[in-house]
C-alpha cells in the first residue's frame, strides 16, 4: 500500500553524453597508438593526450571493471552504456606502478569524479604513450555512438553522445 510514495526511479535518458575524461589534445580513434583501439575492435571511441595526471568519469554509473593494475576501468551507466577507460597504451606492464586509484570495484560514480591520478612522466619513462582511450564496448547495442569533441579538451566537455 505504501509502494505509492516510494520514489520510482527514472527511466534512463538519451543521447547519455560522455564527457571528457581527462585534459588534454583530443586524439581521434584512428589516430590511437594501439591497433586494438585504432580499428575499433573493442568499440567506438576517441582518446585525449593528457596534460595533467589526472583523469576523471565521463558518465554517471558504476565501476564494473577495475584491474588490480589500475591502468583500465569500466563503467555501466543507468542506460546499460558500457565505458571502457583505458590510461596509456601497453601501461598494464607496469603492474599499477605510477597510477593511484580513487575509486574501487562496485563503486557509484558521477560524472567528473575523479577515478585515477597518473604520473604522466613515469609513464613516459616507461616508453608508453599516456593517451586516456575512451570507447563504448556494447557500441553495436545502440543506434550510434558519435564523437564530437575535438581540438583541446578539458574534463566536462562534452566528448561523445551514445544513442538509443
Not at 12 to 40: N, R, T
Not at 92 to 104: A, Y
Not at 124 to 146: E, L, M, Q, R, Y
Amino acid at each position: 500500500m505504501f509502494d505509492m510514495f516510494k520514489k520510482k526511479d527514472a527511466a534512463p535518458s538519451f543521447p547519455v553524453v560522455l564527457a571528457a575524461d581527462a585534459a588534454g589534445a583530443f586524439v581521434k580513434m584512428e589516430d590511437i597508438p594501439d591497433e586494438v583501439f585504432a580499428q575499433g575492435i573493442l568499440g567506438q571511441g576517441c582518446g585525449i593526450d593528457p596534460s595533467e595526471g589526472k583523469v576523471y568519469a565521463p558518465c554517471d554509473g558504476e565501476i564494473t571493471q577495475a584491474p588490480d593494475t589500475l591502468h583500465a576501468f569500466g563503467i555501466t551507466t543507468p542506460g546499460g552504456v558500457e565505458v571502457l577507460i583505458h590510461v596509456g597504451v601497453d601501461t598494464v606492464e607496469m603492474k599499477g606502478d605510477g597510477f593511484e586509484s580513487k575509486v574501487k570495484l562496485g563503486s557509484k560514480v558521477t560524472k567528473g569524479q575523479l577515478l585515477l591520478t597518473m604520473d604522466l612522466d613515469k609513464i613516459k619513462a616507461a616508453g608508453h604513450p599516456a593517451v586516456v582511450i575512451t570507447v563504448v564496448t556494447n557500441t553495436d547495442d545502440f543506434a550510434s555512438v558519435d564523437v564530437v569533441a575535438s581540438g583541446n579538451v578539458n574534463p566536462g566537455d562534452d566528448m561523445m553522445k551514445v544513442n538509443k
